[in-house]
């Protein structure tokens, strides 16, 4: 058991360009998840996986936000068209508690 | 409006005094209270939890008190030591084994302990 892993660990990026996020989560883990930490705040709540289902979407994932998790494996995160507000850490959580990845810091500017 | 409330930013504990932070929610579908601890540029690490059956859940250092009247919950950490200095995440959940809506976090308190 290695962990939750992600990839990139930090990501600087010029608005308006695409940017991907993967999630590696604990292999048994079955059911996954992505949240969006800005400075301050706690984490928040993006979407759920199960398997390679998604079955629930925050109303902060907007229209430029895409998650897939094909075949129920690691899961990927895309922001079409960076916006400055997109500044955030992105985490992926595998299982309800207790795993999270490190973490991908995402910075448009 | 928030959820899942920590109202204090920073706490500041002496070295091998016990360290208590607390934690107010507002959604009584709430059955499932989790605290994280969290390092600068690191993911949040698990600490402890407490289903609402329970009023008490100790882990070693780590206590957690869950008042269900109150919807109030409670970390105690005793004795405090150096390293626990860091931010420190209380969570909710409806149902333990996996909620379509994931964690609800509150923003956090700021731990330092002092020597």
């Known amino acids: 058991d290695t962990g939750v892993s992600q990839d990139p660990r930090h990501k600087i990026t010029k608005r308006g360009q695409n940017v991907t996020f993967r999630c590696d989560p604990i292999?048994?883990?079955?059911?996954l998840y992505w949240y969006r930490q800005t400075l301050g705040q706690g984490p928040e709540f993006l979407t759920y996986?199960?398997?390679?289902?998604?079955?629930?979407k925050s109303r902060l994932l907007s229209d430029r936000f895409s998650a897939e998790r094909p075949k129920g494996s690691f899961s990927t995160l895309e922001i079409q068209r960076t916006e400055q507000g997109d500044s955030a850490m992105y985490l992926c959580?595998?299982?309800?508690?207790?795993?999270f990845g490190p973490g991908t810091r995402l910075t448009v500017t | 409006d928030q959820q899942v409330k920590q109202n204090s930013p920073s706490l500041s504990v002496q070295e091998g005094r016990i360290s208590i932070l607390n934690c107010d929610y507002t959604?009584?579908?709430?059955?499932?209270f989790l605290w994280y601890k969290k390092y600068p540029a690191e993911g949040p690490t698990f600490l402890i939890s407490?289903?609402?059956?329970?009023d008490k859940n100790e882990d070693g250092r780590f206590t957690v008190f869950l008042n269900k009247s109150a919807k109030h919950l409670s970390l105690h950490i005793v004795p405090s030591q150096p390293g626990d200095s860091a931010v420190y995440f209380c969570?909710?959940?409806?149902?333990?084994?996996?909620?379509?809506?994931?964690?609800?976090f509150g923003k956090g308190t700021h731990l330092i302990i002092q020597p």
């Open positions: 959580a595998s299982s309800l508690g207790g795993s």
């Open positions: 292999s048994e883990h079955n059911r």
């Open positions: 996986f199960q398997n390679e289902a998604q079955l629930e």
């Open positions: 959604n009584s579908m709430f059955d499932y």
């Open positions: 407490i289903s609402s059956i329970k």
């Open positions: 969570a909710a959940s409806v149902g333990e084994g996996g909620g379509a809506d994931g964690l609800t």
